[in-house]
């Protein structure tokens, strides 16, 4: 199924169902966890985290091991099943998890908004033409001086007729600095096999 031919729900829907998750290498991304670990970003110890389209959940539940309410997010009914499955066999954490089935334009927003979002690969799959409606957005789900944490991929390869879309952080700077302030990058984070091609993890405060 072609990304255009079809709203992109069923584009994810069938490649999902179908068990197309080409992306998808079944553990939580060494970066995200080099992040806390090594780089110890000053993270709020309580926050609400947010990861839209979290796909099978591995991001997720790793926020929820941290002792964060966390909040998976996607609009593929079989990923959030999936999410569900790997959170039931998963170590539970101190931070409370759910996996929401909702479109990240349009889900009702907590009137404490989130604190830290993580964006991986999410931004990938969102046309040229949108990513202004992506970075407005995040700005309304994250609360003052919360997080907005990008890790950046792909940069090396993707194209204009994505998905992936080819990334680079000054995409991210044109849509985001109305918004935020960029107040970390690793412009190397850890990589591991099979993805070791270029990514940037930076991290976005909210004015
Ligand atoms: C490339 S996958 C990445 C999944 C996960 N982040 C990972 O790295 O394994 C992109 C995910 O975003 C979801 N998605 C795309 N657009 C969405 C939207 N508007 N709202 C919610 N989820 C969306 C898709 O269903 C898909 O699961």
């Known amino acids: 199924m072609e990304f255009e031919q079809k709203p992109a729900i069923e584009y994810w829907e069938h490649r999902w169902a179908n068990n197309q998750a080409s992306w998808d290498f079944g553990k939580t991304q060494i970066a995200l966890i080099q992040l806390f670990e090594e780089k110890k970003f000053q993270f709020p110890a309580k926050a609400n985290v947010l ?13 929820s091991q941290l002792g964060y309410d966390t909040t998976g997010l996607d609009f593929s009914a079989s990923a959030i099943q999936k999410a569900n499955e790997l959170a039931a066999n998963s170590q539970a954490g101190p931070g409370q998890l759910q ?77 985001l600095d109305p918004n935020f302030d960029l107040v970390y990058q690793d412009l190397n984070p850890n990589k591991e096999p099979p993805r070791t091609s270029t990514s940037i993890m930076a991290i976005w405060k909210r004015k």
């Open 51 to 63: 990861v839209p389209g979290c796909g099978s959940g591995y991001d997720a539940i790793y926020f």
């Open 99 to 175: 996996f929401v089935q909702a479109d990240f334009y349009k889900f009702t927003v907590p009137s404490s908004l989130y604190q830290i979002a993580y964006d991986y690969t999410f931004l990938s799959t969102v046309k040229p033409e949108d990513r202004i409606k992506w970075g407005s957005r995040y700005a309304d789900l994250i609360s003052p001086g919360g997080f907005l944490v990008t890790l950046i991929f792909p940069i090396d390869f993707g194209s204009e007729v994505g998905p992936p879309f080819q990334l680079n952080k000054e995409m991210c700077h044109q849509v």
